[in-house]
């Protein structure tokens, strides 16, 4: 089998997404500090271009939690792999994702930083595939709604393959 990859959105498009999205957390969160909480490790490069935009002042966390093993579709099990370095009691926390999928991660992730009584809580993305839901998540700012293909690049992977990728393509296998 061989793989190829396709663009979905070129690399300027999700640039320019990152930043009107930084703006507009600069705008809702004036006068108060974010906590940003990037899930490992497909947020990542996300969550760095995204920090870069915001105006307010930002601290970082990384939180990593296991639901998908080197395919391509989701096991619902959830596993904390890694948990945050800090505490988020009374912070305004925004969790930076890169892709809402079934919803399943999301919902036992918000669940769970919920019960740690954060002043507020909110949901970034910056890919969303919503004809995929399995589980509700209410998402507060999503960058791009896609269809349902395997996606990968900027921080998403196909078995730990193609993070690196400047822009967001979809995987295409052939004999
Ligand atoms: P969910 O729990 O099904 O919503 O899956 C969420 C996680 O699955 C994401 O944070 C990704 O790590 C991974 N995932 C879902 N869809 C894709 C995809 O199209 N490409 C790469 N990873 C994906
Ligand atoms: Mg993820």
Known sequence: MRESVRV?????????????MGEKISRDY???????ICVLKGGVFFACELAKRITVPVSLDFMSVSSYG???????????????????EGKNVLVVEDIVDSGRTLNYLL????SRKPKSLALCT?????????VPVTVDYTGFEIPDEFVVGYGLDYA????????????EFSE
């Open 30 to 36: 004036e006068g108060q500090e974010v906590r940003l």
């Open 111 to 114: 669940e769970n930083l919920r």
């Open 70 to 88: 080197g395919g391509t579709s989701s096991s619902g099990v959830v596993k904390i792999i890694k948990d945050l370095d800090d505490s988020i």
């Open 160 to 171: 730990q393959k193609y993070r690196n990728l400047p822009f967001i393509g979809v995987i």
């Open 126 to 134: 910056m890919l969303d595939k919503p004809s995929r839901r399995v």
């Open 8 to 20: 979905l959105i070129p690399e300027a498009k999700v640039d320019s997404m990152i930043e009107k």
